[in-house]
């Protein structure tokens, strides 16, 4: 039975289809289990090159708890040698290899220029009969065939150009770009400025994150007296939990306020708290002689951290005796880029834009992603995704992408890297 989009398409505009990504996979063949990298069925008629590469990555299922990790070297594999550039493979913990492309520039000595993207995706719920929806990080292909049709037209670049791929961005970084940036290879690629993923904009401008909340993962054990569930126990664990509850999401509530009342603000210019676990008790009557909350921060760059921290060991103080609190993650550094215009990397990025016809949106991401990890070794990073008139559905059920705006964006980098490649040397490089 031969279906086409538009039978199935979500709305029209202007005569483009937009179609949920899953749907698009399904009419296509891609959730099968058959043929490995670049197998499966063929593409439909008349289908652009960029979308079925688009459809051939979104096979490999590098979903976590176990990504396949080895498929999507494969699949890189393939690339490179399609695109006749030198890969390099660094495994930086064990089963966790970063994979670096390389375009060298005409004068390699000067700064390059980073393209990042992650192979690894969130875990998802089975929705469909057949296999579950993986959404993949569309910068990924994008970079790809930005380059192909670079290579293609016979330009050069000035300053050399690396397309990395790392593991492991979904869970923090850690086993991926955490580690890799203090590895010697890294420093190796003597990078100047980074593209990395950002998010999609339901407007017409595009959005730019220039920096990023700092992600803290913090649980608070509360000890207290145990005894039998049918007495007034005196100083319980559930007393103290209730207390430290109350602190965090009294102040949940205000950073809410602000973020409501001010025209000024985005999410990323508030503190957001969410208490995502509590643990404690063995029975129905018996009272736990300790219990454990767990909360989820993210932290704009323009707070205090020390005092922050301050604040939260004053809120234990409150609770009662003995109430301690431990990290799973805290990140302190505050690096932003510049978007200066007088910044020859955001003036450089900011008029290819302009060039296009395209309006920009400066924010702080919401989120985490890898450009943290970059920013903090001094290098500039900007988190950028062209994709306007899209709803933000990060992580969320049937994520899809208009497959025009899908298109428009390899145009998009199509210009962008030549415009950063091109930057002239600086006095220190020169």
């Known amino acids: 039975i031969m279906l086409n989009k538009a039978s199935l398409s979500r709305k029209r505009h202007k005569n ?11 009419l296509t063949g891609c959730f099968n289990d058959g043929p490995g990298v670049g197998g499966g069925q063929s593409s439909p008629e008349g289908e652009d090159p960029s979308v079925s590469l688009f459809r051939d990555y979104l096979r490999l299922k590098t979903v976590h708890p176990e990504p396949d990790y080895d498929a999507a070297l494969r699949f890189l ?5 399609e695109l006749q550039l030198p890969m390099k493979k660094i495994e930086v913990c064990p089963g966790r290899v970063v994979s670096i492309m390389t375009w060298e520039g005409t004068n390699p000595s000067l700064k390059s220029i980073l393209l990042n993207s ?3 995706v969130v875990p998802v719920f089975q929705v469909w009969h057949s296999s579950s929806y993986f959404c993949h990080n569309s910068a990924f292909c994008r970079y790809i065939q930005a380059v192909r049709r670079l290579k293609a037209e016979g330009w050069k670049p000035m300053r050399t150009v690396h397309l990395m791929f790392v593991p492991d961005e979904e869970v923090g970084g850690h086993k991926g770009m955490e580690t890799f940036v203090k590895h010697p290879e890294f420093q190796k690629l003597n990078i100047g400025f ?3 993923e950002g998010l999609a904009n339901p407007g017409e401008p595009f959005t730019v994150f220039y920096g990023e909340r700092n992600p803290w993962w913090i649980t608070v054990h509360c000890p207290g007296s145990p005894g039998h569930g049918s007495r007034f126990v005196e100083n319980t664990a559930a007393e103290k ?14 950073e809410k306020h602000r973020l409501n009342t001010s025209e000024c603000f985005t999410l990323g210019d508030v ?4 208490m995502t676990m509590v643990k404690g008790g063995v029975a129905y009557n018996v009272i736990p002689a300790e219990m454990d909350v767990s909360f989820d921060l993210r932290i704009p760059p323009t707070v205090n951290l020390q ?6 060991k004053q809120w234990c103080k409150e609770a009662g005796e003995d109430v301690t609190y431990e990290f799973a993650q805290k990140h302190m550094n505050q690096n932003v880029t510049s978007t200066e215009e007088n910044d020859p990397w955001w003036s450089t990025f900011s008029a290819a834009c302009k060039a296009m016809n395209m309006t920009l949106e400066k924010e702080i991401f919401p989120a985490a992603t890898d450009s943290r990890f970059i920013r903090a070794v001094g290098i500039p990073a900007i988190g950028f995704s062209p994709m306007n008139r899209t709803p933000i559905l990060l992580h969320d059920h049937n994520e899809y992408l208009n497959e025009q705006v899908f298109l428009k964006g390899i145009s998009v980098y199509e210009r962008l890297i030549p415009a950063l490649a091109s930057v002239p040397a600086f006095p220190d490089e020169a």
């Open 118 to 120: 992650h192979t690894d």
């Open 194 to 196: 980074a593209l990395d």
């Open 77 to 81: 594999d393939r690339i490179a040698e």
């Open 241 to 254: 939990l209730r207390q430290v509850i109350n602190s965090f999401l009294d102040f949940r509530e205000k």
């Open 16 to 26: 483009q289809v937009t179609l949920p990504m899953c749907w698009l996979l399904r």
């Open 307 to 312: 005092e922050f921290e301050r604040q939260i």
């Open 271 to 274: 503190t957001t708290v969410n």
